[in-house]
C-alpha cells in the first residue's frame, strides 16, 4: 500500500458528460502529480500541484482541470468527455517538489467512456 | 522535448535467465533517472534511481548505471524469477516538466517457469 488514495476505482459514464476524481496523497506529502495511462500513449503527465499551486503542466487538454485542497487533496475533473478519453488516471504524492524525489502512485481511477 | 525511449516488449524469460531492457533518454540539463514498475492490477512502484552521471541505482536485485556518453539508464539482473513478471517503465524527472515523472512507453516482462 503507496498511502496514495484515489477514488473512485472504476468510473463508466457516457460522452459528453463530466466527472471528477479524487486523490489523496500520503500524510505529508505536499505535491500530487496526475498521469493518464492508455494503450497507445502509454503514461502521460498531466498536471502537479505543490501546496495548492499549480507547479507545472503537461499534455492535459483544455476540457480537463485539477485543484489542490488546503488540506491536500486534489481532484481531476474531466469535462465533454469522449471516447478516447478513456483510460487509466493515477495520481502520484510526493514530499516535495524536488528531482530526486521518490513519487508514490495510488491505484489508478479506470474512465470508460461510452 | 524531453523523452524516454525504452525497448518494445514483450520480453519473455525463463526463470534464472539474464535480463537487459534498454533505456535512452532525450533531455536538457541533468535530469534524475529512475526505474518503476507495475504489477497487474496495481499502481507504480519505485524500483531504483540515480541522480547523477556514473551512478548506480540497485534493488531486489535490479541494477541500472546512469550514462550521460550515451544517455542510456539500461535495467539488468542477473537471474530473474517468475514473481518478476510486471510492466518496466523507465522515467526521467527534473528537466522540462519540473520534477514530473517523464515515461517510457513501458516494457511487459513476463518470466515462466
Not at chain 1, 489542490?68 to 517538489?97: R, T, W
Not at chain 2, 534464472?16 to 504489477?39: D, H, K, M, R
Amino acid at each position: 500500500d503507496s498511502g496514495v488514495t484515489q477514488t473512485p476505482k472504476h468510473l463508466i459514464t457516457a460522452t459528453g458528460q463530466r466527472v471528477t476524481l479524487r486523490c489523496s496523497p500520503r500524510s505529508g506529502d505536499l505535491s500530487v502529480y496526475w498521469y493518464q495511462q492508455s494503450l497507445d500513449q502509454g503514461l502521460q503527465f498531466l498536471i502537479q500541484y505543490y501546496n495548492g499551486e499549480e507547479r507545472a503542466k503537461g499534455n492535459i487538454l483544455e476540457r480537463f482541470s485539477a485543484q489542490q485542497f488546503p488540506d491536500l487533496h486534489s481532484e481531476l475533473n474531466l469535462s465533454s468527455l469522449e471516447l478516447g478519453d478513456s483510460a487509466l488516471y493515477f495520481c502520484a504524492s510526493s514530499v516535495g517538489g524536488g528531482r530526486d524525489t521518490e513519487a508514490f502512485f495510488g491505484q489508478g481511477t479506470r474512465l470508460t467512456v461510452v | 522535448g524531453d523523452s524516454v525511449t525504452q525497448m518494445e516488449g514483450p520480453v519473455t524469460l525463463s526463470e534464472e535467465a539474464f535480463l537487459t531492457i534498454n533505456c535512452t533518454y532525450t533531455a536538457t540539463g541533468y535530469p534524475s533517472l529512475f526505474w518503476y514498475v507495475q504489477y497487474p492490477g496495481e499502481g507504480l512502484q519505485l524500483l531504483l534511481k540515480a541522480t547523477k552521471a556514473d551512478d548506480k541505482g540497485s534493488n531486489k536485485g535490479f541494477e541500472a548505471t546512469y550514462r550521460k556518453e550515451t544517455t542510456s539508464f539500461h535495467l539488468e539482473k542477473g537471474s530473474v524469477q517468475v514473481s518478476d513478471s510486471a510492466v518496466y517503465f523507465c522515467a526521467l524527472s527534473g528537466s522540462q516538466a519540473g520534477t514530473a515523472l517523464i515515461f517510457g512507453k513501458g516494457t511487459t516482462l513476463s518470466v515462466s517457469s
